[in-house]
């Protein structure tokens, strides 16, 4: 938990709390306890909701309450203390009592929509009026954070008090790093209050009740293994461990990735790929790596096997002895099974040719297939693309009729869903086979896709 | 001239020395007034910003107030008049040209949202609001609209109250009428 402190020209200003309100309720700033909007509520308003705002864009609540421990009458330079205060209250690590063991950050910079902190006008005259704050911080043992843009931060070193901890701040990185070092800290608080409970608990077993107590119920001998000083470390470096990982844990968007599943599991695969744009150029780099994995542990994954559920062959016959005659009886028939991206050349004196296409799965599977013929890099559709749907074990056929011996390719999709969404990709795909860009919005979002190309007849 | 006539002339005289007497006059004019409360000044107060006392001087009385009433009614920029029946939800109140939302607080610490939303065409009005009149049973009461909370994107204006202004208990009630000057 951490306090944040606002400076004004006059004195700090503390936040006081933050409440998530009802989405129609326009954000206000108010005095504790008074109920009185502060004359810069509308610029807060403004600052909190889309499109100008930048706190719904980050929490995705519309509307807040700040309640701060005085006026703040004019400027934008609060807005990098609450930026910090909403983000920090975003990860539940925002909190204002009157403990100064938590640590204090004094913020003053204005911040535009990407986070970057713009510095601001009479900074000197609001470290001074914050001097007896600092002092009162200093004397109780707090530990006073100041952050500020670098520029300010420059004109200010000699007023800076010794003790403080600077954070100079110029764009998101810089908030993201202490952001980061606060949660740390504040995780790193709790487990150390753990160990004071435990000491504690250690110390109370000392007294003759406890004694007592005890020995009634031989909880002491249970636990004794546990309460020496290199069981504590040990302790305390799985806790840091734990808390490492579960403040990693706490940064991977687990709701978003799984609102992905449901759109790739309810054929939403528009929506699908729109959320995975947004994700791939999202600033937060663990945010952007999650969906990385995602898409490349689930998504395309799921492509492959749909693709390996289907059997694909390309069969054709020819006359026996190489007559000339294409009756039954006289045909030789034979099998080519498409694995890889190419297809085999075929006799010119054959009788019949034909794409199989088999669902060997154990689902229904939604198909397209198109057949294009190369015409010296000219594509002329020989199939024009089509869908369909294949039971468990259901075959179907599609005869190729070559006029011309000319290279011919295969494309073919398959998914769980009938649905148009992912169909007008592939006859886009199926259209210009060489654009990589439909064929890859069908694999991204689990889609199977696959394209095997004749290189000469 | 005789004795006779000069008695009249000198009555006359002083008659219309009273006659043009201004005080004379104003008495005469406040007497016939509501209890110091003569039409020009109702609708001085009706027209600018008055305060609390002002209005509860004209609540106490029958004949001012039902003139400050109409008065009201020709200059507010916006007017709501009573529900035609209580409404199942005691905090929506609607009106052909504003309706009235009220929302507590998340926090519940007793703070209370109050909006006004103008509907299409009435938004005009919003910025040129200055004061939320209620009156019921008799009773007028005012809250300044002047917060700097109008954002020009919703039409609403949004005023805060504690959970026990007399205000909110008017605003809930359906026989109240609402006047926006």
Redesign the interface.
């Known amino acids: 938990m951490t306090r944040i402190f606002i400076p004004t020209t006059q004195y700090p200003v503390e936040i006081i709390?933050l409440?998530?309100?009802?989405s129609?309720?326009?954000s206000?700033i108010?005095i504790t306890n008074t109920?009185?909007?502060l004359?810069?509520?509308?610029a807060y308003?403004a600052f909190i909701r889309r499109p100008t705002g930048i706190i719904e864009r980050i929490t995705g609540i519309p509307s807040f309450?700040a309640d701060v421990s005085g006026p703040i009458d004019q400027g934008d330079s609060w807005q990098l203390a609450m930026l910090i205060a909403h983000r920090l209250h975003h990860k539940n690590g925002f909190s204002q009592n009157d403990n100064y063991d938590l640590p204090f950050i004094w913020a003053s910079g204005q911040v535009d929509i990407n986070q970057t902190v713009l510095p601001i006008h009479h900074i000197r005259e609001k470290l001074l009026a914050s001097k007896p704050l600092f002092e009162e911080i200093n004397s109780r043992g707090g530990q006073l954070h100041i952050a500020l843009h670098p520029d300010n931060m420059a004109d200010a070193t000699d007023i800076i008090p010794n003790y403080a901890i600077c954070h100079p701040l110029a764009q998101e990185a810089d908030i993201n790093q202490l952001l980061s070092s606060m949660l740390l800290q504040h995780h790193q608080n709790e487990s150390q209050n753990q160990i004071d409970h435990m000491e504690s608990a250690e110390q109370s077993a000392d007294t003759p009740k406890r004694r007592q107590a005890n020995s009634i119920f031989s909880l002491t001998n249970i636990l004794s293994p546990f309460c020496n000083k290199g069981w504590k470390r040990l302790i305390a470096g799985y806790g840091l461990v734990t808390i490492l990982l579960f403040t990693l844990q706490q940064m991977i968007p687990w709701h978003p990735i799984h609102a992905a599943m449901e759109m790739e599991k309810s054929g939403e695969h528009v929506k699908l790929i729109r959320m995975l744009k947004s994700y791939r150029q999202d600033d937060n780099i663990i945010a952007r790596l999650s969906f990385l994995y995602f898409e490349e542990a689930y998504l395309q994954q799921k492509s492959d096997q749909l693709i390996a559920q289907i059997d694909m062959q390309l069969v054709w016959a020819v006359a026996n002895d190489n007559a000339s005659s294409c009756e039954n009886d006289q045909m030789r028939w034979h099998r080519y099974t498409i694995t890889d991206a190419n297809l085999p050349s075929l006799p010119q004196q054959r009788c019949h040719l034909y794409l199989e296409i088999q669902n060997r799965g154990d689902n229904r599977l939604a198909l397209a297939v198109a057949i294009n013929v190369n015409d010296s890099g000219q594509i002329i559709p020989l199939l024009q693309p089509a869908q369909t749907q294949l039971a468990p074990t259901e075959h179907i056929r599609h005869p190729i009729h070559l006029a011309e011996q000319k290279p011919f390719m295969i494309l073919v999709s398959s998914s769980d869903h009938m649905t148009t969404s992912w169909y007008r990709w592939f006859k886009r795909w199926a259209n210009r086979p060489a654009a990589l860009t439909a064929k890859k919005s069908l694999k991204d979002t689990g889609i199977g896709v696959h394209m095997a190309a004749q290189d000469k007849t | 001239m005789s004795k006779e006539n000069k008695a009249i002339l000198s009555d006359a005289v002083i008659l219309f020395d009273k006659i043009t007497d201004v005080r004379l006059m104003h008495d005469q004019v406040n007497a016939t007034a509501s209890e110091g409360f003569d039409l020009y000044r109702l609708w001085q107060i009706a027209d600018g910003l008055v305060g609390d006392d002002m209005l509860h001087q004209i609540s106490q009385n029958f004949t001012a107030r039902r003139q400050f009433k109409a008065i009201l009614a020709q200059k507010a920029q916006a007017f709501q008049p009573q529900q035609a029946a209580a409404s199942s939800d005691s905090n929506h109140r609607h009106g052909d040209q504003f309706d009235v939302q009220i929302m507590p607080s998340a926090s519940q610490d007793g703070l209370v949202y109050v909006q006004l939303i103008f509907h299409q065409g009435q938004a005009h009005q919003k910025t040129s609001a200055e004061m939320l009149i209620s009156h019921c049973n008799g009773v007028f009461r005012q809250k300044p609209l002047t917060s700097p909370l109008t954002s020009s994107q919703d039409q609403r204006i949004q005023i805060l109250l504690h959970h026990d202004d007399p205000m909110l208990a008017d605003l809930r009630n359906p026989e109240t009428e609402l006047y926006i000057k």
């Open positions: 709390s409440t998530e309100e009802h129609d309720i326009q206000v108010c109920f009185n909007a004359p810069v509520s509308a308003h309450r």
